[in-house]
């Protein structure tokens, strides 16, 4: 039997050697902090577009358009600006160009009105954690950090005790550029007996 719902995130992947990168800063800094270390098994390294609830009779069609798109754009140069501290999270911000603008765009266009309506309960239950203007874009399109709220970034280290963040920062040079060469749809639903199951599939843009 089909389910009710699933969860859809879309996000973009960058090419092996940033995910290999990202997986050593990790694995020095788990050597002096304690840190959440990336399960290797995932693609860790990436930067979120749209995350949203989706009646599941939707996903087939969901995965043909992110296929369509995926066709429709070239690899991706991001351009780092600064390391950002946000709670648990340290992450590298990058210039937000038109092309991932647009990319974000396209995807909201084609894939918002696939919801019917449906929303996250981590939105609507956590009200007090988002910006008037997040839940804004909650209720026009399901999440919160798109448009003028979106920015593209990719999460490095995950730590377990943010006492550690001002010597972690210390610890951190970044200065590369980032090339985007594929897009991820993760799905994740339950099966028949409750049980969480996730996929993922990964689409290539197109050589330039």
Not at 27 to 33: A, M, P
Not at 53 to 79: A, G, T
Not at 99 to 122: A, C, D, F, V, Y
């Amino acid at each position: 039997m089909e389910n009710e719902k699933v969860f859809i995130s879309i996000t973009l992947i960058p090419e092996e050697k940033i995910e290999n990168l990202v997986l050593k800063i990790n694995e020095d800094l788990s050597e002096k902090f304690s840190i959440n270390k990336p399960d290797s098994n995932k693609e860790y390294a990436h930067i979120s577009l749209y995350n949203a609830n989706f009646p599941s009779h939707n996903r087939l069609l969901i995965e043909n358009i992110i296929e369509d798109i995926s066709k429709s754009f070239s690899n991706i140069e991001l351009v780092p600006e600064y390391i950002n501290s946000k709670s648990r999270f340290i992450s590298i911000v990058f210039h937000k160009t038109e092309i991932i603008e647009n990319l974000q765009n396209k995807i909201i266009e084609m894939l918002n009105p696939l919801r019917e309506g449906l929303l996250q309960s981590e939105y609507t239950e956590k009200t007090e954690s988002y910006s008037e203007k997040e839940l804004f874009l909650v209720k026009m399109y399901g999440y919160p950090f798109c448009k003028e709220e979106f920015t593209p970034h990719m999460t490095l280290v995950e730590l377990n005790d943010i006492e550690d963040t001002s010597s972690i920062l210390k610890e951190i040079v970044w200065n590369k550029n980032v090339s985007i060469d594929k897009i991820s749809m993760r799905i994740i639903s339950k099966n028949e007996i409750g049980e969480k199951v996730v996929k993922t599939i990964l689409f290539k843009l197109k050589s330039i």
